[in-house]
């Protein structure tokens, strides 16, 4: 058996200023567990300003409702190996289900536009 270690990108898009977003998909059949998590986006002052997200994983909470989610971002002087957030142990898929729960809140310092939030898990998968 083969053991990979995979970044597993999953994309979602914001288009209405303060409605809430659920995203929902289901990881491959091969994946033994999840490492981390980190969030980007193709607008990242909107994520880092107005962002916060609850990630669920086979039904059970790993990333904390209302996260802000400037938490699970990074910048350019953090290490690639270093740019997501660790969880104490590995996370057991389950079902593999995945719910990432993300709302846009009004800040002062941006005006909203339609954007794309992008979300990391870092997996092992057997092969």
């Known amino acids: ?25 289901t990881l491959d059949a091969g994946v033994t567990d999840v490492q981390a998590v980190g969030l980007t986006s193709d607008r990242e002052d909107l994520l880092f ?9 086979n039904s059970e909470e790993h990333v ?3 996260t802000e989610a400037k938490l699970l971002m990074t910048g350019l002087n953090v290490d690639p190996n270093d740019r997501m957030l660790t969880f104490p142990s590995p996370v057991l898929p389950g079902s593999g289900n995945v719910r ?25 998968r057997s092969a």
């Open 64 to 66: 904390a409702e209302k």
């Open 49 to 57: 300003y107005r962002g916060d997200v609850k990630i669920q994983i």
């Open 100 to 124: 990432i729960d993300y709302n846009d809140n009004a800040h002062n310092q941006t005006v909203f536009q339609p954007y794309r939030v992008s979300v990391y898990f870092l997996v092992t």
């Open 1 to 25: 058996m083969i053991t990979t270690i995979l970044r597993i990108r999953e994309d979602f898009q914001v288009t209405q200023e303060g409605q809430p977003v659920t995203h929902e998909f």
